[in-house]
C-alpha cells in the first residue's frame, strides 16, 4: 500500500523568507501524481501544486516550487516570498496513475505560521 | 465554474443517532469521493464513485456508513448509529481526470 510521511508537524517563517516543507512516499509504481495542497483554517482543500512522476522537470507555480527526487521518493515544497496568506495546514499526497482508483493518500500535514 | 457544494455545513449529534451529508460536484465530472478527516490527520478516502457505480469502497465502514450517487450527480453519505469517533470533517471531491477539487466539508460533532 502507498504511505505519504510528513516528518514537519509545524513549521514557521518569517514574512518574505524562503520555507521549505519536507514529504516522502512509498510506491511500488512507476507512474504516479504527486501534489501539494493548502488547507487555510476552517477553509476548504485547495491545489498548490502538483507534479507527474514521469516528468523530470521540476513543477513551478508562482512563488510554490517543488523538488522530486524519483529515486529517493522525495517531494518537497518550496514556498518563496512567503506571505502572511500562505498560513495553513499543507498536505502532501499522492495518487496512482493506473488502475482506475486515483484516491489520494494524504500525509498527515505541517501546519504552516508566518511570523509578520 | 461552480465549486463542489456540501450541506450541512455544521452538525452536532449525539452518539446512536444518524445524520446524512449532502454533495453536489461540479459539474460534469463523473468522479465523485467521500474523504474522512480527523482532527490533526490527513483526509482518508472512504468510498470513490464513477457515474453511479462504486469503484472503491475498501475503507467505508459498511456497517454503520453508506453512500449512494444517484443519477451519477448528487451523492449522499450516511451514518447510522454514530459513534463518537466518528466526529471528524467530513470531503466530498470531485474530479475529471486526476485533479480532484474539494467542497468546504462538514464538521460532524458526536456527544
Known amino acids: 500500500a502507498q504511505t505519504v510521511t510528513q516528518s514537519q508537524p509545524e513549521m514557521s517563517v518569517q514574512e518574505a523568507e524562503t520555507v521549505t516543507l519536507s514529504c516522502t512516499y512509498d510506491?511500488?509504481?512507476?507512474?504516479?501524481?504527486l501534489f501539494w495542497y493548502k488547507q487555510p483554517p476552517s477553509r476548504q482543500m485547495i491545489l498548490v501544486i502538483r507534479?507527474?512522476?514521469?516528468?523530470?522537470q521540476n513543477a513551478t507555480e508562482n512563488r510554490f516550487s517543488v523538488n522530486f527526487q524519483k529515486a529517493a521518493k522525495s517531494f518537497s515544497l518550496k514556498i518563496s516570498d512567503s506571505q502572511l496568506g500562505d498560513a495553513a495546514m499543507y498536505f502532501c499526497?499522492?495518487?496512482?496513475?493506473?488502475?482506475?482508483?486515483?484516491?489520494?493518500?494524504f500525509g498527515k500535514g505541517t501546519k504552516l505560521t508566518v511570523n509578520p | 465554474e461552480a465549486g463542489v457544494a456540501q450541506s450541512p455545513r455544521y452538525k452536532i449529534i449525539e452518539k446512536r443517532q444518524s445524520v446524512a451529508f449532502w454533495c453536489n460536484p461540479i459539474s460534469g465530472h463523473a468522479t465523485l469521493y467521500w474523504y474522512q478527516q480527523i482532527l490533526g490527520q490527513g483526509p482518508k478516502l472512504l468510498i470513490q464513485f464513477q457515474n453511479n457505480g462504486v469503484v472503491d469502497d475498501s475503507q467505508l465502514p459498511k456497517d454503520r456508513f453508506s453512500a449512494e450517487r444517484l443519477k451519477g450527480v448528487d451523492s449522499t453519505l450516511k451514518i447510522q448509529p454514530a459513534k463518537l469517533e466518528d466526529s471528524a470533517v467530513y470531503l466530498c471531491?470531485?474530479?475529471?481526470?486526476?485533479?480532484?477539487?474539494f467542497g468546504p466539508g462538514t464538521r460532524l460533532t458526536v456527544t
Open positions: 471531491a470531485s474530479s475529471f481526470y486526476y485533479e480532484q477539487y
Open positions: 510506491t511500488s509504481e512507476s507512474d504516479y501524481y
Open positions: 507534479q507527474e512522476a514521469y516528468k523530470q
Open positions: 499526497a499522492y495518487s496512482a496513475a493506473q488502475g482506475g482508483s486515483e484516491k489520494l493518500v
